[in-house]
């Protein structure tokens, strides 16, 4: 792999502020690193406040810096302190978890009778069910054949003791299977709201890749599928393992992405072209709706939302509700514009004219869960994060 950066300490991206000299590559501990995506003060993302709760909502700077010795994309700082509902996993989530678990079968990776370790997502995202019909023998502690990741590691502060953590915990001809949004679909996309506080990273699979080599795990397979516009699952065996070497599916893959900029700060900082795009579109589309008496709701209070709305500016004047499956959920309040968190059947029966889609993925789903809003003559607007009206 090719590392182009080596020597960038400290450094800014367009229309960012200087990297905190307190700052420390999450992976490695260097100083080097640059700021590729400033969203300025945001709320937490898994803060929910109850209406009565004091205002303001308390505030901090989130911003992506790339570290350049280790080609990790990471969270610069994170005060604030996790309390998040746990969400409901969307449709496409158990779909893609279901094609994940059948292809980790089909390589051998998964097998009766076998001892597996989960770290799941506090989001939802969890291969429980589809393990169990397999006759797996569920632990928490190693050494286990196989060890299951779904979006879990991200959010540990320290990741190279999180990774060792797991290779620690894995059989000596076991398997770690790592599902992640992938940096290259966040930076095709545009997808400048992935960004949140308790996500500490966001990783390539060229860094990924580099990071199993360093603790002793080959990368012995890889698969991509559609969710969030990229997901990858790696598979990582200890080293000398019975399975062999680096894949060449692997190998494929992070060719693909160093050749898409993954490892390059200014590559990177293309998300911060995408911010400044995207709250233009969004604020256009919201002050045509205002100015036409549209009633707009929202739909999906998920961990990406608080980002978006705070960064467009969006409050109550422009999105009446937002609705979630979540019933942990309902009677609190997105954090910062206080706009109410309500249940699918309060949606419906607030009849909007629009509805923005905080979550393009659940488009499908929705629209078979809800055909009311389209009955009612409402329209669903997916914002990807882009407005585009269904």
Do not use: C
Not at 42 to 53: C, K, M, N, T
Not at 123 to 144: K, N, S
Not at 148 to 171: C, P, S, T
Not at 253 to 263: C, D, F, N, P, S
Request: overall charge negative; cysteine-free.
């Amino acid at each position: 792999m090719t590392d182009t950066t080596a020597h960038v300490s400290h450094r800014r991206g367009p229309d960012t502020a200087p990297l905190d000299h307190a700052w420390r590559d999450r992976w490695n501990g260097s100083s080097e690193g640059v700021v590729v995506l400033d969203l300025g003060m945001q709320p937490p993302a898994d803060l929910f406040p109850a209406p009565s709760d004091p205002t303001p909502d308390p505030e901090h700077p989130l911003r992506m810096v790339l570290g350049t010795s280790t080609g990790l994309a990471q969270l610069e700082a994170d005060p604030t302190t996790p309390e998040e509902p746990r969400g409901v996993e969307p449709a496409a989530l158990v779909a893609q978890a279901e094609a994940a678990v059948d292809q980790a079968e089909a390589a051998g990776f998964v097998r009766r009778g076998t001892r597996v370790l989960e770290y799941p997502s506090p989001h939802g995202g969890t291969w429980v069910e589809q393990l169990a019909r397999r006759e797996m023998v569920e632990v928490t502690e190693g050494p286990a054949e196989l060890i299951v990741d779904i979006f879990g590691m991200m959010h540990d502060a320290d990741q190279r003791a999180a990774l060792v953590e797991r290779r620690d915990r894995l059989a000596d001809d076991g398997v770690l299977l790592m599902q992640y949004h992938t940096l290259a679909a966040i930076m095709r996309g545009g997808i400048w709201n992935a960004l949140r506080h308790g996500h500490f990273a966001y990783y390539s699979t060229p860094a990924l890749v580099r990071m199993g080599a360093e603790v002793g795990l080959t990368a012995v397979g890889a698969w991509e599928y559609p969710l969030y516009g990229g997901t990858i699952m790696l598979a990582f065996a200890k080293d000398g393992s019975r399975w062999g070497a680096q894949a060449d599916d692997v190998t494929t893959m992070v060719t693909r992405e160093e050749a898409e900029g993954v490892l390059d700060p200014a590559s990177v900082a293309i998300l911060g072209t995408a911010l400044r795009e995207s709250v233009a579109e969004i604020g256009a589309y919201l002050s045509d709706t205002k100015a036409k008496g549209l009633t707009v709701a929202g739909y999906g209070a998920a961990s990406r939302t608080s980002a978006l709305l705070r960064a467009s500016g969006i409050d109550r004047s422009h999105v009446v509700a937002v609705a979630d499956a979540s019933t942990a959920k309902h009677g609190r309040t997105m954090p910062g514009n206080r706009i109410p968190i309500v249940s699918p059947d309060d949606l419906v029966g607030l009849v909007p004219d629009r509805v923005l889609l905080f979550v393009p993925d659940l488009l499908d789903e929705v629209r078979r869960a809800l055909p009311q809003i389209e009955a009612n003559g409402g329209r669903w607007v997916v914002l990807d994060p882009m407005p585009r009206e269904v």
